[in-house]
T-cell receptor, first 113, second 115 residues
Framework: AQSVSQHNHHVILSEAASLELGCNYS??????LFWYVQYPGQHLQLLLKYFSGDPLVKGIKGFEAEFIKSKFSFNLRKPSVQWSDTAEYFCAVRGSNDYKLSFGAGTTVTVRA | GAVVSQHPSRVICKSGTSVKIECRSLDFQATTMFWYRQFPKQSLMLMAT?????????EQGVEKDKFLINHASLTLSTLTVTSAHPEDSSFYIC???????????FGPGTRLTVT
């Protein structure tokens, strides 16, 4: 069975600070990896995804994530956060031939102006 | 982009009644839809996979007789919470997968409160 672990439950930052959210997964095969964001009162949106190729993927809104296969990790980063980045962030994984996603518990990010 | 809608966005019902939640893919055909449940400050838990024209596949621990899923067309799946109880109060989210993509597109969710 696949599982996803997000290390931080709640992160509080000031604007312009750098952000890194950890994500580790457990799965016995080739995976596709995702980061989703849920802004207050809104639905889940895809930030970025990794299927294959360059392990450093860039997403929307200045986010990027690095897939490190040996560490089973897919950490999310943003060099300089804005107040509008306040949201809930979810890491998700699925087998490469599967539709079903397994989500991490989520990390609440609060950016103070 | 692909848009998924849910109706209603919020519903309050009395214990013992049934509630139907609709999930629609507005600008694409979805052969597969998923239903999730999200508790406050927790992750999305997959409840079931809904395939057009066939029976839904439920995850372990999810009562199929309580959470009835119908995927009658390529753009509509419904989740009916039967004989609702206060413990069924939650945020229910659907997602849809297009015919040409593996990517899931999420609906805005439905907040169910059972009194």
């Amino acid at each position: 069975a696949q599982s996803v672990s997000q290390h931080n439950h709640h992160v509080i930052l000031s604007e312009a600070a750098s952000l890194e959210l950890g994500c580790n997964y457990s799965y016995g095969g080739t995976v596709n990896l995702f980061w989703y964001v849920q802004y207050p009162g809104q639905h889940l949106q895809l930030l970025l995804k990794y299927f294959s190729g360059d392990p450093l993927v860039k997403g929307i809104k200045g986010f990027e994530a690095e897939f490190i296969k040996s560490k089973f990790s897919f950490n999310l980063r943003k060099p300089s956060v804005q107040w509008s980045d306040t949201a809930e962030y979810f890491c998700a994984v699925r087998g490469s031939n599967d539709y079903k996603l397994s989500f991490g518990a989520g990390t609440t990010v609060t950016v103070r102006a | 982009g692909a848009v998924v809608s849910q109706h209603p966005s919020r519903v309050i019902c009395k214990s013992g009644t049934s509630v139907k939640i609709e999930c629609r893919s507005l600008d694409f055909q979805a052969t597969t839809m998923f239903w999730y449940r999200q508790f406050p400050k927790q992750s999305l838990m997959l409840m079931a996979t809904s395939n057009e024209g066939s029976k839904a596949t439920y995850e372990q621990g999810v009562e199929k007789d309580k959470f009835l899923i119908n995927h009658a067309s390529l753009t509509l799946s419904t989740l009916t919470v039967t004989s609702a109880h206060p413990e069924d109060s939650s945020f229910y989210i659907c997602s849809a997968v297009g015919q040409s993509s593996y990517e899931q597109y999420f609906g805005p969710g439905t907040r169910l409160t059972v009194t």
